[in-house]
């Protein structure tokens, strides 16, 4: 018997010996907490007529599971670029620092970079700007996320292989007077391309792929406003996967940009198809996964949280789950609807038709006292044509009525300090279960990777 547990554990350690994470996708849901997975699953549920209980996303049967805690070096509720430099980097930095220490004394190394030293190909790609936050974490070190220029130039530096989203946010500078960035980018060896077609049959060795210039380059729409000829995660994690894979091994980020957006404006039925989107993209990289399981790893977590979203707000009763379905237009649409000269009962009209709702009596209070406060001047009755004077708190406050009756409930806009789920599959994946901080994400990966982290 003793010789077989010997046997045994010796099997046992030359197997681990020779297992690493070759392949390894990370997944970050922006603003993507429990509350958005639960309402996302229960919208699912509700879809496939089941009354009450959960659908499943790609990610959340995956065998490990934790939760991480995601304060900042200077707050207990981060912002997107101190926790994007923590799961990049394996470090704390206050809010608004990008890949730096608290002072700017220090740039950090992420684990993009570290893997790239190793061999790995290495990809980014997200449904905002590639500049923005969360992003530009893995490649870029500026005191501040705001400096987008400077971001984007350290993006034609970073000599990584991919890179995806909407657009560059100031490509020349705040003032439109300096060098185009685009020029570095293609000093740099980056060939720059703008449609899903162009990028597949692309032989170039580094990829840009950004939206149409035609398109907004702040983001992708939202999925609920979606045009047929525009990307989704799954297309542009796919190409990602084609231009990375190679003998050595690749690192792909992805990440759903626009949770976090949504949850801002409290709008859940945009939130649970951002969520939806990510899963779908989560399941291209699971595809991957079942042919070589033994070489890859699949991370999916969040960044922080955003809104303090519970599902319903009482036990008993329909909780109108089902209302999400009917949701047609984003927040986004509703404010350019608001921009227009509009009255009241039109307004009512509209929401009707796109947010699939009727407007209670406690709701009409409300909702009239907000359109009269954000008119130019108060109307006459309800069918007096306004032009708003703002339209960020009337879209605010209509949003969070419109998810409070379809089942999310709002407790702020703003990001909160909870912890967020993290989910694994593949080669070190349980390494990922529990507790963990954001900072333990990247130093877990190249664990797994049996990358050194010095």
Not at 162 to 191: H, K, R, W
Not at 361 to 374: C, G, I, K, N
Not at 415 to 444: C, Q, W
Request: net charge negative; with cysteine.
């Amino acid at each position: 018997m003793k010789k077989i547990f010997i046997f045994t554990v010796f099997t046992l350690s030359v197997t681990l010996a020779y297992s690493q994470a070759k392949y390894v996708f990370l997944f970050i849901g922006d603003g993507m907490g429990f509350g958005a997975v639960t309402l996302t699953e229960d919208y699912l549920a509700a879809q496939n007529a089941e009354a009450v209980g959960s659908g499943t996303l790609t990610f959340s049967t995956f065998p490990s599971a934790g939760f991480s805690t995601t304060y900042s070096a200077s707050s207990l509720v981060t912002c997107s670029s101190a926790s994007g430099t923590a799961f990049a980097c394996g470090s704390k930095t206050r809010n608004g620092r990008l890949g730096v220490n608290e002072d700017v004394t220090e740039s950090f190394t992420s684990i993009a970079y570290r893997l790239k030293e190793k061999g790995y190909k290495v990809g980014i790609t997200t449904s905002v700007s590639i500049d923005h936050a969360t992003p530009a974490a893995f490649y870029a070190h500026q005191p501040s996320r705001s400096m987008y220029y400077e971001v984007a130039q350290d993006l034609a530096k970073s000599g990584f292989d991919f890179f995806s989203g909407a657009g560059l946010l100031s490509p020349q500078g705040n003032e439109g007077l300096q060098e185009n960035v685009f020029d570095l980018i293609a000093e740099n060896g980056y060939t720059v391309v703008r449609s899903l077609a162009d990028c597949q049959s692309s032989t170039a060795p580094k990829l840009l792929l950004l939206q149409p210039e035609s398109k907004p380059q702040k983001a992708y729409p939202y999925v609920i406003d979606k045009s047929s000829d525009d990307y989704t995660l799954a297309q542009t994690t796919t190409l990602a996967i084609e231009k990375l894979q190679n003998s050595k091994g690749f690192f792909l980020l992805v990440e759903g940009g626009k949770i976090d957006w949504a949850s801002h404006s409290n709008d859940a039925g945009s939130m649970v198809r951002e969520v939806v989107d990510l899963s779908d993209a989560v399941k291209v990289a699971l595809e991957f996964y079942r042919k070589y399981p033994k070489q890859t790893l699949i991370v999916v977590t969040a960044d922080h949280e955003t809104g303090g979203l519970g599902v319903g707000s009482g036990e008993g009763g329909d909780i109108g789950i089902q209302g999400l379905e009917r949701q047609k237009a984003s927040e986004e649409r509703l404010t350019q609807e608001l921009e227009k000269t509009i009255s009241y009962s039109e307004l009512k009209v509209w929401l009707a038709e796109n947010m699939g709702i009727t407007i209670s009596y406690s709701d009409e209070v409300a909702l009239r006292s907000l359109f009269a406060t954000s008119a130019e001047s108060a109307p006459a009755t309800d069918d007096t044509p306004c032009t708003l004077k703002s339209t960020e708190t009337l879209t605010k406050g209509i949003m969070r009525i419109v998810s409070a009756k379809n089942g999310g409930s709002y407790s702020t806009f703003g990001h909160t300090g909870t912890m967020v789920p993290v989910y694994a599959i593949g080669e070190g994946s349980e390494l990922f279960r529990g507790k963990i901080d954001n900072t333990d994400i990247p130093k877990k990966i190249a664990k797994a990777a049996k990358v050194e982290w010095k």
